[in-house]
């Protein structure tokens, strides 16, 4: 459901994508993503977007945040807030949501067609309003996982929904082994 002349841009719910494809058990390559997208249209911009602890030392996104800055994709970043929850468990709370409506809004005159990389149903009027706009609205997700990470409505509201696990062998890596130190790796492969 892509046209080659359509103007395309992909807006990237970084940590519900995040989530979408562990629970699939891969990562993603979004040098390989990137690189699918601009094969199925002429790809205008690259959004993604992603809460950060800015208190943290070291935070295990930042090294993506930089990569993807550097490499084509344009980061849209907030300061996450950290709270104690009522459990006394330590929270981290980071929405982008209206960040990312407000972007995909006012880019709607310039495309035809916007591929959202998310399940969250809140954007269901999101996806209306830019259909009301012309532009065509192709959601990324899952049904796959348990429990599925695609509102029901999001999808039904979509032009086209691809599932994430269709392009496992196009834009996915198998997971990183988070306790295996990288010789025994390197020593496997």
Known sequence: MFYKDERLALFIDGSNLYAAAKALGFDIDYKLLRQEFMRRGKLLR???????????EYSPIRPLVDWLHYNGFTMVTKPAKEYTDSMGRRKVKGNMDIELTVDAMELAPRVDHIVLFSGDGDFRP????????????????????????ISDDLRRQADNFIELEELRDVIGRPPREQNEPRSATAAQG
């Open 46 to 56: 690259a959004f993604y977007y992603t809460a950060l602890l800015e208190n943290d």
């Open 126 to 149: 999101l996806i209306a309003s830019l259909q009301r706009q012309g532009v065509r609205v192709s959601v990324v997700s899952t049904i796959r996982s348990q429990p599925p990470m």
